[in-house]
Nanobody, 124 residues
Framework: QVQLVESGGGLVQAGGSLRLSCAASGRTLSTYVMAWFRQAPGKEREFVASINRSGRNTYYADSVKGRFTISRDNAKNTVYLQMNSLKPEETAVYYC?????????????????WGQGTQVTVSL
């Protein structure tokens, strides 16, 4: 099994930026496809971005394309989400997740390991 811990969330003004980190332990990170999801109050958990095992390929939700960047550093067992030009409607708990499948399989059920989440609040 792999354990995931997110960090880097917080309060940011609309239009600002945050970088989230997800640290893995228990298994080598390069074994897994990694992804970020988010869940706002009263809403379903939604896919944000994914990255394949090597880091060569990425996939983004249309709503964040061009503003968010997912990356990974397998030597540090860490995956990142750089979020720019943040919008108030993107206030949510952001979760890191690991999959043994493919980077383009983005349904939550495809991911077997999840972090506890980190709160991102975007103010007006």
């Amino acid at each position: 099994q792999v354990q995931l811990v997110e960090s880097g969330g917080g309060l940011v003004q609309a239009g600002g930026s945050l970088r989230l980190s997800c640290a893995a332990s228990g298994r080598t990170l390069s074994t897994y496809v990694m992804a970020w999801f988010r869940q706002a109050p009263g809403k379903e958990r939604e896919f944000v971005a994914s990255i394949n095992r090597s880091g060569r390929n990425t996939y983004y939700a249309d709503s964040v394309k061009g503003r968010f960047t997912i990356s990974r550093d397998n030597a540090k067992n860490t995956v990142y989400l750089q979020m720019n030009s943040l919008k108030p409607e993107e206030t949510a708990v952001y979760y890191c997740a690991a999959s043994s499948g493919s980077y383009y399989e983005i349904h939550p059920s495809s991911f077997h390991s999840w972090g506890q989440g980190t709160q991102v609040t975007v103010s007006l």
